[in-house]
C-alpha cells in the first residue's frame, strides 16, 4: 500500500474538502441550463468559492507558502508554493458534464516535487511525489507500453474559442496532423485529467499550444512518475505556457514530437 507523504494528504484534505462543495454545485447546474441566463454567474461563483477553501487550506497547514493560480501569484516565504486550479475543465463544469477536476501541486526550490489530480464524481486522487512515483488512490501508475504510433490514442485541449483566428488555425493545422498518424485524438475538456490518463495507461500522449502552470504542474508530475516523458512541444525544453506541453511513454514521445512538427 502506498504511503502518502504529510504533503499529499494536506493536498487531499484540501480538495476533498473543496469538491464537497463543487458536487452540490454540479448538481444545481442541469436545472439552471433553460435559464436565458445560463450558468455563466452560478460557475464564477462556485470557481470562487473553491478557491477560496482550497486557498485557506492550504494556508492552514502551510502558512508560509506561496500560491499560483488564476487568482494570485505570492512567493511565499520558505521557497515553496502551492499551484492550484479551483475547477479543471471548468466548460464542462458549466455545461453540466460530467468531466472536471481540482489541481494542485506543491512547487519547492523551483521544482514541483508533489501534486495530485482529484476528480470527484469518480473519487479518484490522481497524485504523485518526485522519486516515490504516481498513483491512483492506492494503485501505483505506469504509462502505456505501446510502441507503434498508429496505435496512439491522444488527448489534447486546444483552445475552441477566445483565441485569434491565426492561433485556432494553427491549433486545428496540429489536430489534424496529429489525427492523420494517430489511432484517434481525443478533446475532452480537462487537460488535467488528460495528463493523469497518460500517467494511468489510458491515453498515450497529450499536447497542447497553450496552457497555464496550474492546468499541468500536477499532471505532467504525474506522467514523469509513472515512467513517461514530459516536454514543450519542441521536445527538448521544459513544458511551458505559450511552449506548449508534449507527454508520451518514452516509446512514442518523438513520433507524438514528429507528427505536431510536420503540421
Keep these: 500500500m502506498a ?14 474538502k473543496g469538491a464537497r462543495g463543487l458536487a ?10 433553460a435559464s436565458p441566463k445560463g450558468t455563466s454567474a452560478f460557475v464564477a461563483k462556485s470557481l470562487a468559492w473553491n478557491g477560496q477553501v482550497l486557498d485557506r487550506e492550504l494556508a492552514r497547514s502551510r502558512p508560509r507558502f506561496g500560491l499560483l493560480s ?43 516535487v508533489a501534486g495530485a489530480v482529484y476528480d470527484p464524481l469518480r473519487d479518484d486522487l490522481y497524485w504523485a511525489e518526485r522519486g516515490v512515483g504516481a498513483y491512483r488512490n492506492d494503485r501505483r501508475l505506469r504509462v502505456s507500453g505501446r510502441r ?16 485569434p ?32 490518463y497518460v500517467a494511468a495507461g489510458r ?29 514543450d512541444l519542441s521536445g527538448a525544453g521544459e ?3 505559450d511552449g506548449g506541453i508534449l507527454v508520451a511513454n518514452d516509446h512514442l514521445h518523438a513520433a507524438l514530437g514528429a507528427l505536431l512538427h510536420a503540421a
Excluded: K
Aim: glycine letters at 10%; one cysteine or more.
Design 148 to 163: 507503434d504510433p498508429r496505435q496512439m490514442l491522444i488527448g489534447t485541449c486546444a483552445d475552441e474559442t477566445g483565441q
Design 24 to 33: 452540490r454545485d454540479f448538481g444545481e447546474i442541469e436545472s439552471l441550463q
Design 3 to 16: 504511503v502518502r507523504s504529510a504533503d499529499i494528504n494536506v493536498i487531499a484534505s484540501a480538495v476533498l
Design 203 to 231: 491515453l498515450d500522449g497529450f499536447w497542447a499550444t497553450h496552457l497555464n502552470p496550474w492546468e499541468f504542474a500536477a499532471g505532467v508530475l504525474l506522467v514523469r512518475e509513472a515512467g513517461g516523458y514530459a516536454s
Design 70 to 112: 488564476a487568482r494570485a501569484n505570492t512567493a511565499g516565504t520558505d521557497n515553496a508554493r502551492w499551484i492550484v486550479d479551483p475547477i479543471n475543465g471548468l466548460a464542462n463544469f458549466g455545461r453540466g458534464i460530467p468531466h472536471y477536476a481540482i489541481s494542485v501541486a506543491l512547487q519547492r526550490d523551483g521544482a514541483v
Design 239 to 241: 513544458p511551458a505556457g
Design 165 to 196: 483566428d491565426d492561433i485556432r488555425d494553427r491549433e486545428a493545422a496540429l489536430a489534424r496532423a496529429v489525427a492523420s498518424g494517430a489511432a484517434g485524438l481525443r478533446r475532452l475538456g480537462c487537460a488535467a485529467l488528460d495528463l493523469a
